[in-house]
C-alpha cells in the first residue's frame, strides 16, 4: 500500500505562483511514476504533468506546458509541482496518482495504482 498526500493549494491571483507537493508512504517513489491530475467542478478529470523515477523523462499537458514544471525528490518521497502564471481555468482540486512500472508514464487516470485525496487550487480572475 502506498499512501500520497498532496499539500501546497490555495488561492492566488491569475498570473500568481504556487507549489504543490506530493509525499509518499508505505513505498519508496523509486518504484513509480508519478502523475498530477485535476478536476474542475463538473468537468471530467484531466491529466496535468508526470514524471518517471530518476526524473529524467517527463510530460506535461499542453494546456500547462510552459508555464508548470514537475520535479522529484526521491530521497524525501516527494514530487513537486511548480506552477507559474496560473490562470482562472486552472482552477480545480489536484490530485497526485502513482503508478508502476517507475520508467513508464501514462496519462490515462484508470491506469493510476494509487491517489492522493486532493489539493484545492483556486484561481481568482
Known amino acids: 500500500q502506498v499512501q500520497l498526500v498532496e499539500s501546497g493549494g490555495g488561492l492566488v491571483q491569475h498570473g500568481g505562483s504556487l507549489r504543490l507537493s506530493c509525499a509518499a508512504s508505505?513505498?519508496?517513489?523509486?518504484?513509480?511514476?508519478i502523475h498530477w491530475f485535476r478536476q474542475a467542478p463538473g468537468k471530467e478529470r484531466e491529466f496535468v504533468a508526470a514524471?518517471?523515477?530518476?526524473?529524467?523523462?517527463?510530460n506535461y499537458a499542453d494546456s500547462v506546458s510552459g508555464r508548470f514544471t514537475i520535479s522529484r525528490d526521491n530521497s524525501k518521497n516527494t514530487v513537486y509541482l511548480q506552477m507559474n502564471s496560473l490562470k482562472p481555468e486552472d482552477t480545480a482540486v489536484y490530485f497526485c496518482?502513482?503508478?508502476?512500472?517507475?520508467?513508464?508514464?501514462?496519462?490515462?487516470?484508470?491506469?493510476?495504482?494509487?491517489w492522493g485525496q486532493g489539493t484545492q487550487v483556486t484561481v481568482s480572475s
Open positions: 508505505g513505498r519508496t517513489f523509486r518504484n513509480y511514476a
Open positions: 514524471i518517471t523515477w530518476g526524473g529524467g523523462i517527463t
Open positions: 496518482a502513482a503508478s508502476s512500472p517507475a520508467w513508464r508514464i501514462v496519462i490515462i487516470a484508470r491506469s493510476m495504482d494509487y
